[in-house]
């Protein structure tokens, strides 16, 4: 049970705390003072909670639709408009959580997909020695009917406190079926529909 002895301290089970002088701030929580305690005498005093928390979320939605492939050849990675995301990490030591969404058709389609941080490709398999890119994600798209998700999660390390952009970029690899974003490739009638993808970044306290 904890006795109220004044505004400046607090007992309980025969331990006097004393509370802090100055007052928290979001995200601080009350802990004893190393430096200043007893088994009769403890002071009190604000500190940063512990790491893990969530300090920020943004995101990015995109509803529009586009596409790659096709008879104009689009092997190459490029980025795919509007899904992007920006964030500053208010410290050094936080960590940058990525969820990404991507809704996706094709008749006949190779796609890859690489995450980038700025102009950087993260969360890619190990590719040293082969003549191929580094990839985050890779799909077969061969069904028109259909709308295929690709989700990643990735906790990134930026070591910054400047913005970052992070970027989803694509390539497709086909005869002439170019592989759509947010829309069904057989996109008549009944099978008009409409999607949304989605960029998410949130920083993670250490």
């Known amino acids: ?8 301290y607090l007992v309980t089970s025969g331990i006097r705390l004393k509370l802090p002088s100055t007052t ?4 601080q929580v009350l802990s004893v003072a190393s430096a200043n305690h007893s088994t009769t005498n403890a002071e009190l005093e604000f500190a940063a909670a512990g790491g893990g928390k969530i300090l920020q979320v943004v995101q990015t939605v995109k509803t529009d639709t586009t596409s790659r492939g096709g008879s104009s050849g689009t092997d190459a990675l490029a980025a795919i408009s509007g899904l992007s995301v ?9 960590k940058i959580y990525i ?3 991507l809704k996706l058709s094709s008749t006949n389609c190779w796609a890859r997909f ?17 003549s191929i890119t580094d990839t985050t994600s890779f799909i077969y798209l061969a069904n028109q009917f259909q709308m295929f998700n690709i989700n990643d999660n990735f906790l990134d390390s930026p070591n910054t406190t400047s913005q970052i952009t992070y970027q989803v970029y694509w390539g497709a690899r086909t ?12 996109n008549t009638g009944n099978w008009l529909i409409r999607t949304a993808s989605s960029i998410t970044a949130m920083e993670v306290s250490a």
């Open 86 to 94: 920006d964030i500053t990490p208010s410290a050094t030591t936080s």
């Open 114 to 130: 690489q995450l980038r941080r700025g102009s950087t490709a993260i969360y890619t398999g190990n590719n040293t020695g082969l």
């Open 99 to 101: 969820i990404t969404n």
């Open 24 to 27: 928290g701030s979001a995200g």
């Open 1 to 8: 049970m904890i006795i109220i002895k004044s505004k400046h």
């Open 175 to 186: 005869d002439s079926s170019a592989m759509f974003l947010n829309q069904t490739s057989y």
